[in-house]
């Protein structure tokens, strides 16, 4: 069904991309099959050559349920064109390749497999990486000036919720003429449009919010026609593209996308308020909280703040780690899991599991506390949510 950038976004998560089949389903039945049979070799080398859009081989992304998920992705971006792919991180490799051959810049913290991907990997194959901490930014114009081609960043970050200024940074990098690219997982396209504010491509971990179950792996890549088109060649030749039955899993869940978010955000919002007047917690970072260092660029960048937030547990006289380990481990209702993003509330800490990778000096330089706890808030209520909470920080007797 076509839609337009006119429509609100709950109706493009509905509508946008679903064409009903000869027998009128409502939505794109999956199309679990490998290759797409032709009437003739004058048809086959129309869609071959480009002439004809058209169905042919599943690994190309070439497959009606891959393609109808694919519109789906750039109507809630607000993109021109979308590539669907097999996780977070296929999509961010092939974004990498296509577009960071000149050299890439990442600000803040990004999520560890990215780091290990830009500080380990790539370099190996030429390519230069640099990994600016959010209080570096005055290193960019010059990185910027010496060529770097690409800019990434996530925002708000993981685990700290440091939220970029989107526009400021989309300027400065198109005045050398290089390209900003954005990971919009922990926002999700709900809470923060990036390409209306000057970003030219979004990536997202579907795994997480677009998905939002926990229970599909996928990633996806919006922006203009002539930038995703290099990316589909190496997602092509990488075969990075998703089952069919993964992408109609995804086009299900992101009907219910927006509905899903903003039940997420209030309730984290009120969880994060509660929190913030618990004596047992030194601290919550949460966009939404006038407290946090981001919250008034949040406030004007972000029509949401999202359903992520991170608690630094008081800690007293015992070891910030164990602290915090001992109320994660009496959590009854947050499940102990490293991602975010689904309907179940999940929780982590940092420091044992997405930045376990990294020294204590590494963690600290990046102001990532041992007694931090960062939670994904489902979709349960929120008041046994905090209840919940308030058992675990109030010890096993508590
Ligand atoms: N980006 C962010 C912000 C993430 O949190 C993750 C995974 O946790 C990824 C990218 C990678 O996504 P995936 O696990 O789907 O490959």
Redesign the pocket.
């Known amino acids: 069904m076509s839609t337009t950038s006119e429509q609100t976004l709950a109706t493009r998560c509905v509508h946008a991309g679903e064409a009903a089949d000869a027998h009128g389903s409502p939505h794109t039945p999956i199309y679990s099959t490998s290759t797409f049979a032709f009437a003739s070799t004058a048809a086959i080398l129309d869609v071959v050559e480009g002439r004809a859009a058209g169905s042919l081989y599943t690994r190309y992304g070439l497959n009606p349920t891959i393609q109808a998920l694919e519109a789906k992705l750039a109507a809630i971006e607000g993109a021109e064109a979308a590539l669907a792919f097999a996780?977070?991180?296929?999509?961010?490799a092939a974004l990498f390749l296509a577009h960071g051959r000149d050299g890439i810049v990442c600000i803040g913290d990004?999520?560890g497999?990215?780091l290990e991907l830009l500080a380990d990997q790539l370099p190996l194959l030429g390519i230069r990486t640099r990994l600016l901490l959010g209080s570096e930014l005055e290193r960019l114009d010059g990185l910027l000036a010496d060529g770097f081609g690409l800019v990434f960043l996530?925002t708000p970050t993981?685990p700290a919720l440091e939220v970029f200024d989107i526009a400021a940074i989309a300027a400065q990098a198109h005045a050398h003429g290089a390209l900003l690219a954005v990971?919009n997982?922990?926002a999700s396209p709900v809470n923060q449009q990036p390409l209306a504010l000057g970003a030219d491509l979004v990536?997202?971990?579907?795994?997480?919010y677009l998905g939002g179950h926990s229970d599909l792996?996928?990633?996806a890549l919006m922006g203009p026609a002539q930038r995703i088109a290099p990316v589909a060649a190496w997602r092509k030749n990488l075969g990075s593209v998703p089952a069919p039955e993964t992408a109609a899993l995804l086009a299900r869940s992101l009907r219910t996308l927006p509905v899903r978010v903003r039940a997420q955000n209030a309730s984290a919002l009120a969880i994060a308020e509660a929190m913030a007047t618990d004596p047992r917690v030194a601290r919550v970072l949460h966009p939404g909280l006038p407290s946090c260092p981001g919250h008034a660029l949040a406030a004007r960048q972000m029509t949401g703040s999202g359903a992520m937030l991170t608690l630094e547990v008081a800690a007293g006289k015992a070891a910030p780690a164990a602290a915090a380990a001992a109320v994660v481990d009496r959590l009854r209702l947050f499940t102990l899991a490293?991602?975010?993003g689904g309907v179940e509330s999940l929780v982590t800490q940092p420091c044992t599991t997405?930045h376990h990778g990294l020294t204590p000096e590494e963690r600290q330089r990046r102001g990532i506390s041992d007694a931090m706890i960062r939670l994904s808030i489902g979709l349960e209520d929120p008041a046994e949510l905090v209840a919940d909470l308030e058992q675990a920080l109030g010890g096993a007797g508590g």
Do not use: I
């Open positions: 996780s977070g991180m296929a999509a961010e990004a999520y497999g990215t996530e993981n990971d997982t922990f990536v997202h971990s579907a795994t997480k792996t996928a990633g490293p991602s975010l997405t």
